[in-house]
């Protein structure tokens, strides 16, 4: 095993910098451990999560009971082949991105400023500037809960707003193979820069946050109802509603996922009584409180 460690602090491994210890924290080195680690778990009755890059997760202050599981380093191999890219579950966007960049596949640029792993990525069916991982993806390598593997279409996973099957059946995406196509390395470039430049002027991103903290509600966009509902910097200990993109709640510095689910609530409660419009959390929680 790369990493294996007791009572490991979450807020080492969320973009938010929150979260309690979880009881086990692992990284193993290759499929064949990591499959070793879930069939502990199943077989031990054990829970166990697994971790990308912790950028769209709230994890409680009571920290998690149980083992997560992240595929980090050693699950970040990219290979292009033809117009496709196959990626480890733990490779970041913005690497598979460059990747795609450096071999003229255009397809990818919606993802460069995305901070989370393919894994995440496949999860959550992320997405920005119009485009998302439905829209690329052909097919991904899956490790069902009785322990065996197997490559399912896009459409086996059921991507739809922000959501896929993923978590709901318990599975574990290994790796993600992408259909891109052939474009012009200035052109994508291009592109990217100027997503990315929109990303640093509108949203928040010298806090540790976890991005997007609403999802969208259909016909409106969160940022501009929570504004409206006068939250724009409204703050619950070290949490606060961005000033820069209402949209984002930021850690300004030693919150907790209370003062984060607090605020939260708060911003809900104050949204539905202006709009009528009851926001609906993007960002994952979990953990005891
Ligand atoms: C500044 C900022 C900007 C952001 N902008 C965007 C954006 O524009 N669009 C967008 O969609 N999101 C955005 N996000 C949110 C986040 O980056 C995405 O949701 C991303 O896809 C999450 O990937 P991750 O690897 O960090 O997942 P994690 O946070 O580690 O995990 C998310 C969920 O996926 C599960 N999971 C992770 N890997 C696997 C795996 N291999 N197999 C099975 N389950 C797994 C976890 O258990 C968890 O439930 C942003 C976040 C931040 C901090």
Redesign the pocket.
């Known amino acids: 095993m790369h990493i294996y460690r007791t009572d490991e602090p979450m807020k080492l491994h969320?973009?938010?910098r929150i979260g309690g210890p979880a009881d086990v924290y692992a990284e193993p080195e290759s499929a064949e451990e990591l499959m070793e680690l879930i069939s502990v778990c199943e077989g031990s009755g054990t829970p166990y999560?697994?971790?990308?890059?912790?950028?769209?997760?709230l994890v409680g202050d009571g920290g998690i009971r149980g083992t997560v599981i992240c595929?980090g380093k050693a699950?970040a191999e990219i290979r292009v082949d033809g117009d496709c890219i196959e990626a480890q579950?733990?490779a970041?966007?913005g690497a598979v991105a460059s990747t795609a960049l450096e071999h003229g596949l255009e397809g990818m640029e919606f993802a460069s400023?995305?901070?989370?792993?393919?894994?995440?990525?496949?999860?959550?069916?992320?997405?920005?500037?119009g485009g998302?991982i439905k829209d690329i993806l052909e097919s991904a390598e899956i490790?069902e809960t009785d322990g065996s593997r197997c490559v399912v279409t896009a459409e086996e996973l059921e991507l739809g707003y922000?959501t896929s099957n993923?978590?709901p059946l318990g599975?574990?995406?290994?790796s993600a193979r992408f259909r891109l196509k052939p474009g012009d390395p200035e052109e994508i470039a291009a592109k990217m820069k100027d997503l990315n430049g929109r990303?640093k002027d509108k949203?928040?991103?010298e806090y540790?946050?976890?991005?997007?903290t609403f999802k969208r509600p259909e016909g409106y966009f969160a940022g501009k109802l929570i504004e409206d509902a006068g939250c724009k910097g409204l703050t619950v200990g070290g949490a606060r509603v961005s000033e820069k993109h209402a949209g984002?709640v930021i850690n300004i510095g030693d919150a907790t996922a209370k003062d984060v689910l607090d605020l939260i609530h708060e911003v809900q409660r104050r949204v539905l009584e202006q709009s009528g419009v009851m926001l609906e959390p993007?960002?994952?929680m979990?953990g005891e409180p």
């Open positions: 969320t973009t938010f999560m697994i971790l990308g890059h912790g950028s769209n997760l595929l699950f579950a733990g970041l966007l400023g995305i901070p989370g792993s393919v894994g995440g990525a496949l999860v959550m069916n992320a997405g920005a500037y998302e490790l922000r993923i978590l599975r574990t995406v290994l990303r949203q928040p991103l540790p946050s976890a991005g997007s984002f993007e960002i994952k979990t």
